[in-house]
């Protein structure tokens, strides 16, 4: 196989054999109501054969989504559900995994996946910025803070601190060793990224360390401590987003996502709901606009080909 079929079948294996775990810790099930008459589409396609894995979500309604296939971006309107590549890949081995639009919306923040590239991408023009090698194994997602993008690696123990200069211009990337409580395991560990309430830290979850844990780390030193979850476990985290205190984690192949609702440190949670669809095919990043959460099915059930089909969903925000 080629590195980036090889990683991704490892993924599909491992979040195959964890993927009912920690679904009776929570309170309740949410099953997402049924769309009102005149709303935007709470269901649109994405092109065949693109293989989805993030989205990000501007000021402005229209979603990002990379390919895996060769790293092109996609954006589709909110408000119909067409749309459109905008940015060419640099190809198969070179895919885009997880990514962010920054608060302007000028530029684009991307994982490259097992290619241990991070990529930026000018959102008007379309065009590839600057290609960074990490020298990393797989760069899986990304969130932004104030005065740097943040990725993860999910066969390091490491994160990349790619800083941002005043008018966010990426400038260098230093790595950042992860230590505490963190644990590596031989397979995915790292996965989605977030910023606690209170912006002082980072949610990092951790796939692999008691069967799956959200890992508070101090981005100053890389310390990571565990959050306390209070029981729960999400060996199949990927995806994160805080809404104010509440902490959307999708669970992707268990087809669900959990909700917990955090104290302002990042350091306690408490699961409050877990949000399931019949759309959902195994969904792995979450976005948000208005009352309503968008997430592209990445159908890491199925070998991909050029005909498989790909959608996104939205459900309502808790």
Known sequence: MAPTDRSFARRRLLTTTAALTGAALLGGTAHAAEKPKGAWPDRFPLPDGFQ??????????????????????????????????????????????????????????????????????????????????????????????????????????????????????????????LTGDWVQGDDFTANGIERTPDGRALLVVNAFADGGTLERVDPRTGVARAVDLGGSKIPNGDGLLLLGRTLYVVQQRQNAIDVFRLNAAGTKGTAIVRITDSRFRIPTTVAAWGEKLYLPNARFDVEPTPDTDYDVVAVPQV
Do not use: M
Request: net charge neutral; proline share 6%; hydrophobic share 35%.
């Open 52 to 177: 989805p894995e993030g989205i990000a979500i501007g000021t402005k309604p229209f979603a990002y989504f990379g390919s895996l296939a060769d790293g092109d971006i996609y954006r589709a309107s909110l408000a119909t559900g067409r749309g459109s590549v905008i940015s060419k890949g640099l190809g198969a081995g070179h895919p885009t995994v997880g990514l962010k639009i920054d608060g302007h919306g000028r530029r684009l923040f991307l994982a490259g996946g097992d290619s241990g590239e991070i990529r930026t991408v000018h959102v008007r023009s379309g065009e590839i910025e600057k290609v960074y090698a990490t020298g990393g194994t797989f760069v899986n997602d990304v969130i932004l803070t104030p005065g740097a993008a943040w990725f993860t690696d999910s066969f390091k123990p490491q994160l990349y601190r790619l800083s941002l200069g005043k008018h966010g211009e990426p400038q260098g990337v230093e790595t950042v060793p």
